[in-house]
């Protein structure tokens, strides 16, 4: 059974920084093209940022090019998001995936919250 856990999500401020975690089990993500996707209320899941497992490739959606960086530690079968700069309009759940995300492999996500 494949479970995605999403941790290190919290409150900051503007300006602040924030590390998400995503522990994998039941499958192996080094062969895998992982990403993180956000959701805000009344909105669907969205891309954020994608990592490629064939080249280590990385794409960032316009919005948070150059403040998000993903990594991912293949021993740990984790992936990271690291924010930095976060603005209130980052706030959301934050949830990882494989790109292109399966439906059965959501977790429960981790709550990013940024006051002004």
């Known amino acids: 059974q494949v479970q995605m856990v999403e941790s290190g999500g919290g409150m900051v401020q503007a300006g602040g920084s924030l590390r998400l975690s995503c522990a994998a089990s039941?499958?192996?993500?080094?062969?895998?093209?992982m990403a993180w996707y956000r959701q805000t209320p009344g909105q669907g899941r969205t891309l954020v940022a994608r990592?490629?497992?064939?080249?280590?490739?990385?794409f960032y959606i316009d919005s948070v090019k150059g403040r998000f960086t993903i990594t991912k530690d293949n021993a740990r079968n984790t992936i990271y998001l690291q924010m930095t700069s976060l603005k209130p309009e980052d706030t959301a759940i934050y949830y990882c995936n494989e790109d292109p995300p399966d439906a059965g492999y959501w977790g429960r996500g981790t709550q990013v919250t940024v006051s002004s």
């Open positions: 039941g499958l192996t993500i080094w062969y895998l093209t």
């Open positions: 990592l490629r497992w064939m080249d280590n490739s990385t």
